[in-house]
């Protein structure tokens, strides 16, 4: 079998309330990422100075040199940029995302951040690439950000964000136990994932709502666009809030971008107008990891796409009338995350229908019974059918609806070959009589294809109920 390891579903339709503190409509949290002296530099042990976020357009590495221009931009975001905006956002509740080594390089202001009261959090040993890193030295680079981290703060850093992350950037870090991870970009809320044997909590971060746009091709030009693209962000999620599906906004600074006197101001605007809404959290990562976990604890679940076979056929296999072969091949379909959904594993299932051969779909409509046929009236059919046909008070009919619907399927099978098949469920009586009237009109090339239709419907029923 083939399982797809991404999640392409989510919460899905309706996002869980958050139940943010003070009935909030949205929580907005300011992240400072402090880079300045962990980036690429052959001074601390890299092949070649830094090429990532800076003032240089199309900057390039220089293997084993260093690079003036380079340094001196990252020591402005170090020397005057942070000290910018401690002075704007000092009373306001803020995650540092500290590169260890950086950190360690900037006893001031690191005493600053706290002093502010700032969430320092990790953000690994050193501000480089780990694509190509092998898992044993990113491993290793995260323990180490761990412990010198904890030297410089004086604290074990509750959360995580590697940034220039690898695809094992997620589970090494898991290893570690952190609060929260941030090396995602998938949802506006908190979400769980499921880690081994760890329930690892991932609190989101952004690449959109960031002032690192003004060092990418396309991105901010100018301060104005900066606020106008914040403040549309924040109108937005605060227009869901206030519809009842409240959400969170990440916001992503750098001292060396946001940090220039060109920039600043429009920070400034945004959070005067964050201000000016009422019912706005302000919080750290940590303080929505805290709340999130108090009030939306982690509960495994089965899911279906990780059953194996045999459990997945057992408790799927009745879905289709008499037709086990159906969720027997679905197993065997590349599932994932999306398909534990009622709605994605009917998907699958219908999939598995729809590409059987004829024949074999046409065993699947003869399976079904007639509707208030001899079958009902003898108490032999399937649990599922005798739900359904009650809920439609199939169940309960005088000796004339009884006589009419036993008229109407001898004509229906006569014709067609298979019984007449509808999701009473989204019928009455009277309603599947008028469509009994109808569907005698059509081919039978026309009415396998509707009925095959409403096969899948009523699997979908089933499954909703089910699940």
Known sequence: MTRYPRDMIGYGAQTPDPKWPGGAKIAVQIVVNYEEGGENNILH???????????????AAWPGQRHWNMETIYEYGARAGFWRLHRLLH?????????????????????????????????????????????????????????????????????????????????????????????????????????????????????????????????????????????????????????????????????????????????????????????????????????????????????????????????????????????????????????????????????AFRSAATEDRLKVLRAHPDLAGKLAAAKRLTVDSTSEQAAAGLDALTDIERDTFHKANAAYVAKFGFPFIIAVRDHTKDSILRAFEQRLQNTVEQEFATASGQVERIAELRLRALM
């Open 45 to 59: 042990g890299d092949a070649a100075s830094e090429a990532f976020l800076s003032e240089i357009v199309g900057a």
């Open 91 to 351: 009373d306001l509740p803020v995650t540092i995302f500290g590169v260890a080594t950086a950190l360690a390089r900037s006893p001031d202001q690191m005493a600053a951040m706290q002093d502010a009261g700032w969430e320092i959090a990790s953000h690994g040993l050193k501000w480089i690439e780990y694509k190509a890193a092998h898992e044993d030295t990113e491993r290793a680079h995260i323990q180490r950000a761990i412990r010198l981290h904890a030297e410089v703060t004086g604290e074990r850093p509750r959360g995580f964000y590697q940034g220039r992350a690898s695809i094992n950037t997620i589970r090494l870090a898991a290893e570690e136990c952190f609060d929260y991870l941030a090396d995602s970009y998938a949802d506006d809320l908190p979400y769980w994932m499921e880690i081994g044997d760890r329930d690892q909590l991932i609190v989101p971060y952004t690449l959109d709502a960031n002032d690192m746009r003004f060092a990418t091709p396309q991105g901010f030009n100018a301060g104005d666009q900066f606020f106008d693209y914040l403040r549309a962000s924040f109108d937005a999620l605060y227009r869901e809030g206030l519809e009842g599906q409240a959400k969170m906004m990440s916001v992503g600074l750098h001292c060396r971008l946001v940090g220039r006197p060109g920039r600043i101001e429009a920070l400034r605007r945004f959070v005067e107008y964050v201000r000016g809404h009422d019912a706005v959290w302000f919080a750290t990562r940590a303080q929505i990891a805290d709340h999130w976990r108090q009030h939306h604890p982690h509960v495994r679940r089965d899911r279906p796409s990780q059953l194996a076979k045999s459990a997945f056929v057992e408790r799927f296999g009745s879905v289709y009338e008499h037709s086990p072969w159906v969720a027997e091949r679905a197993h065997g379909m590349e599932l994932g995350a999306a398909h534990d959904t009622p709605g994605g594993l009917a998907n699958a299932l219908a999939r």
